[in-house]
């Protein structure tokens, strides 16, 4: 990704991003990802699961610093678009608030002409995302206890949280 990014970023008219307390629905971000000009549209999908390292997960609460965490996703589109000239849509969603196993926490999908350059962009988007947006977790555990960590650490940690 490029350098930490700026107000002056503006996203492209034909993305769409938001961190929401709504529910993600994969049909609303799929419909935002189309277009007559694609040949691929790929869904990446972020859901909450049943445990972490082994431990029995029952829910995970998150939070994000929304203003910066928007700017990040700009960037993220701006570098994606950089990176393959080709992109036709950018759709980048994220959830906060607490939710239980088996919701989505996450949505990204890319849109253009070929799958090869979807399925590498979308990679390379929520992989950027999960590296540089402010966006926290709480993980709520079966014993009662819990436990806050920065989405970051889990790929540091190759956990892929």
């Avoid at 008219?13 to 971000?29: G, K, N, Q, R, V």
């Avoid at 390379?124 to 079966?142: C, N, Q, V």
Wanted: hydrophobic share 40%; proline share 5%; net charge neutral.
């Amino acid at each position: 990704m490029s350098n930490i990014p700026t107000p002056a970023i503006k996203p492209n008219a034909e993305d769409s991003f938001a961190i929401t307390f709504a529910p993600l629905s994969l049909e609303e971000i799929y419909a935002k990802a189309n277009d007559s000009a694609n040949g691929a549209v790929v869904v990446m999908s972020g859901m909450v699961r049943h445990q972490t390292d082994g431990k029995p997960v029952v829910a995970l609460e998150y939070q994000a610093y929304e203003p910066m965490a928007l700017r990040v996703f700009y960037q993220i589109a701006a570098d994606v678009r950089s990176l393959w000239s080709d992109v036709n849509r950018v759709v980048i969603y994220h959830r906060v608030g607490r939710l239980r196993v088996g919701e989505i926490s996450v949505l990204v999908a890319v849109g253009c002409p070929h799958r090869s350059e979807a399925f590498a962009a979308c990679r390379y988007a929520i992989d950027t995302l999960k590296h540089h947006a402010p966006i926290w977790k709480k993980e709520h555990w079966t014993d009662g206890r819990s436990s806050w960590v920065s989405i970051g650490a889990c790929e540091q940690l190759k956990e892929g949280c």
